[in-house]
């Protein structure tokens, strides 16, 4: 397949991996990883973020993965990391013919501003929504930041021209262009926000005619998104919504350390301004599960209302 998600995977896996590729018109790709597997309607597509220089601090050092030696587990899986992205990229993963309903969702995995946790908060995801009809596009937007004073800069730079070359692309690609929504995980939940909330100023110098394309998504989805709030739990000022910001759905669980008052201070003001949004709230969960179920758990089956609030935000109108 030649790109960095196969790539990492063989590395690590490579006595486990194994590709098999239905007799179907429209194959299925399966990756056996470790003691699970990753199931495809067909093999993705990479696209190039930016057509040319990438506007903005980027890193100079090599492209890595690793999986943190093996030290840290989400229901009992290792995490699959990448590092010192320069060249944003976006991983289209289409689900079978049969069940694609044209919408799409960029996904920002989450890391802190300094990595990407690629496999729990991205591929998994793109998995999930092939399931339920939706292509799942993974971006690979720039880690770590090198400005302190604004970790989200350069990431938000890439989502908002994520969005709009999706939207660019939406015919070739088989989407439609008004049901393309984003979803981030932590620090990408920090990127999914800022791109819904912050549209109408783009934070680079227009490149192309892409540029001249919306970056606004049309819905948008917040799993324990982190530092939406200033010390005294309150939402930041330039986060403040406007009565033209996207539908969007929330998860958090009290006990999260990363504190759940970013999803309850956003939640709040959405609400001021009448924007509609589903906020699930859940005793307990911690921060950083991603999609992997763990028993006794409930936080972490949070997919199935998700499930449930797409078929309609994001049904065809």
């Known amino acids: 397949m030649g790109n960095l998600f196969l790539k990492g995977y063989l590395l690590m896996n490579s006595r486990n991996l194994s590709f098999v590729i239905g007799r179907a018109l429209l194959p299925v790709v399966f990756f056996a990883i470790g003691n699970f597997a990753i199931a495809f309607g067909s093999e993705p597509q990479v696209i190039a973020v930016w057509p040319d220089k990438v506007p903005g601090e980027t890193v100079k050092v090599p492209e890595s ?3 943190q030696g093996g030290t ?7 995490i699959y990391l990448v590092t010192n992205v320069s060249k944003p990229e976006l991983v289209i993963y289409k689900p079978e013919a049969s069940k694609d309903t044209g919408a799409s969702v960029i996904i920002c995995p989450g890391g802190g501003h300094n990595l990407l946790a690629y496999d729990l908060e991205g591929v998994e995801v793109a998995q999930w929504l092939n399931s339920i009809g939706i292509t799942g596009i993974v971006l690979k937007y720039r880690v770590p930041s090198l400005t302190n004073a604004f970790k ?9 021209r994520s969005i709009s070359l999706v939207r660019s692309k939406a015919v070739e690609l088989g989407l439609d262009p008004n049901r393309i929504g984003v979803l981030g995980f932590s620090a990408g939940g920090e990127v999914a926000a800022r791109a819904s909330l912050q ?3 783009r934070k680079y110098t227009v490149q192309d005619k892409v540029d001249e394309v919306s970056c606004r998504p049309d819905f948008s989805l917040l799993i324990y998104p982190a530092y939406l709030v200033n010390k005294e739990g309150v939402l930041l000022e330039e986060l403040r919504p406007t009565a033209n910001a996207p539908s969007t759905f929330f998860v958090h669980a009290w006990d999260d350390p990363v504190t ?5 201070s956003l939640a709040a003001e959405l609400t001021k301004v009448k924007v509609a949004c589903e906020l699930h709230m859940f005793a307990t969960g911690g921060h950083g599960y991603g999609l992997r179920h763990v028993d006794g758990m409930p936080v972490t089956d949070w997919s199935t209302q998700a499930a449930a609030w797409l078929s309609k935000v994001a049904a065809k109108k």
């Open 199 to 201: 549209f109408q100023d």
């Open 72 to 78: 840290k587990y989400v229901a009992g899986k290792p």
């Open 152 to 160: 989200c800069a350069g990431a938000l730079m890439d989502v908002q």
């Open 260 to 264: 759940p008052l970013s999803s309850l």
């Open 65 to 67: 993965e690793h999986t």
